[in-house]
């Protein structure tokens, strides 16, 4: 069920809709956020909306121990509240791309058991800044929409995706959003065309193919699957300009740029999360941590995130970052 607040008539308006790909034998669902062009009169009567999400214990077993004896009701449903403040996000039908043709698409790819409200804090605000943002959930979502099998993966999902793309509007450019897993997915998609960000991930290309166009990496030393900056030199090609957090508010972006965050405080591997889907995990999975931890199963920096709960100082500093980055080469 989808809960409604009355929020602030001034702040500008951007739309939400889930989408669904039809991939034959499942429904894929994709988050959508996108510019209102009649603010005027959505302001007569604006509403928030909220994101139904899901986490699923029994697509976390089995994705991280092979536990498929779970049943499916061991899960729970949230609705997620938008975290921007700087405008009001309202439910719209997604006709409303036919009017947005000449823009700029931004792709998020969710990282391993994540899920596709894990940047929503960041689309969101892309919103804001007139893009068009798509979030699909991959295979290795957390939430558990639609079985896995075998074929579908996330090349086939991207490439429905920017068929529905590309048949619904004219685009502008295009750039995708990866956090860790997600960006192998970011540097395999699209061409040199494509303006890439990388987060908590490699910037390099497993299969050695070197990506032109404009990069922009996003780590941390304090990340658990990071550790070191000898890890971050394997992660960062030597060419990317590196920044430092003090830097950002006067720095001009080099193409391919690196923001490292390298003290023992920084971000760890889901603070560059939106809050309120760390939160969930947080509230939800925290009593089956000592399980997890007994049983030496990876948890990805939850224990870190469980005292850190710093989603909101990072976001502070990475979010306008990337607007930055993006205002730029976009």
Known sequence: ????????????????????????????????????????????????????????????????????????????????????????????????????????????????????????????????????????????????SYDKMDGLDRSLINDRLLEFITSNMDVQRFGVIGHSLGCGTALNIGDDSWTRICIAGPSVRRDGVKINGNQFAIVSTNDGLVKSLDRVNEMIPREFVRLQENELETATFASKSALIFDRQDGPNHISFLAGNANDCMVDFLSPLLPVAQALQIPVLDFDKYQKSRDSQAVAKIVVPAIRSYLKQYM
């Not at 604006?46 to 994101?51: H, K, L, R």
């Not at 536990?67 to 006709?95: A, C, H, W, Y």
């Open 1 to 144: 069920m989808v809960s409604y607040e009355q929020t602030d008539s001034d702040l500008p308006v951007i739309g939400y809709q889930d989408i669904y790909l039809d991939m034959k034998k499942a429904k894929v669902p994709v988050a959508c956020w996108f510019p209102v062009l009649d603010e005027k009169n959505e302001k007569d009567a604006i509403q928030n909306t909220s994101y139904s999400h899901r986490i699923s214990v029994r697509k976390i077993g089995s994705m991280l121990a092979g536990m498929n004896f779970i049943p499916e009701f061991v899960s729970k449903d949230f609705e997620l509240k938008p975290t921007t403040v700087n405008g009001n996000v309202v439910r719209r039908n997604m006709q409303s791309l036919n009017g947005l043709s000449g823009r700029s698409v931004i792709i998020l790819a969710h990282g391993f058991l994540g899920s596709r409200f894990d940047l929503a804090h960041i689309a969101e605000e892309l919103a804001l800044d007139g893009y068009v943002v798509f979030s699909p959930e991959f295979p290795e979502s957390l939430a558990n």
